[in-house]
């Protein structure tokens, strides 16, 4: 962290090294978009780089000052974007053996996952992919969105209860057109 902090360029390549697939993971599950989040991992590292001396180790660690940066990034992101664009750019990388009817059958529920998630405003879709898809604690995405702990779980909650909603009916609806 030292090296990195006074400018060590390989000391930040292995910083890059470490964290940029929890980067792009965040990005990419914010907007739903591949070309966004690969934009948004450089950001958010010409960011780290570039504000390198304004992390402080005492105040958290350094996975919790990048997610912030990532999630400030993804805001200015969906700020610029329409969701229509979001939609319309989302496509799963394919990145295991699987068969390949598996591998379709898988983008189509989470093509539809986030389709619903992207209903969502971008305060309750950031929770929900803190949360869930980087297990992170209330306390830490407290931290990274800068946040009430009570705020946190609030938005949470009714994140987890519309997508619960919205994912009964899309279920019911599938159900309906399959009879």
Request: aromatic residues 8%; charged residues 30%.
């Amino acid at each position: 962290m030292e090296k990195w902090q006074s400018g060590n360029k390989q000391a930040f390549e292995q910083v890059y090294n470490h964290y940029n697939g929890m980067v792009f993971k965040n990005a990419y599950m914010i907007t739903g978009s591949r070309d966004s989040a690969e934009d948004i991992v450089q950001e958010v590292f010409l960011s780290a780089w570039k504000f390198r001396s304004t992390y402080d180790h005492n105040k958290g660690s350094l996975a919790t000052w990048l997610h912030r940066i990532t999630v400030n990034e993804c805001t200015k992101r969906l700020r610029a974007i329409s969701m229509c664009e979001c939609l319309e750019d989302f496509d799963l990388p394919d990145t295991d053996n699987r068969q390949p009817e598996e591998i379709t059958i898988t983008k189509q529920e989470c093509e539809d996952l986030m389709k619903i998630i992207n209903t969502m405003n971008e305060k309750l879709r950031m929770v929900l992919v803190l949360r869930y898809l980087n297990d992170l604690s209330y306390i830490e995405i407290a931290e990274i969105m800068d946040l009430p702990l009570g705020t946190v779980k609030s938005r949470l909650n009714t994140a987890t209860r519309l997508l619960k909603e919205k994912m009964d009916i899309a279920c019911r609806n599938d159900n309906k057109e399959e009879q």
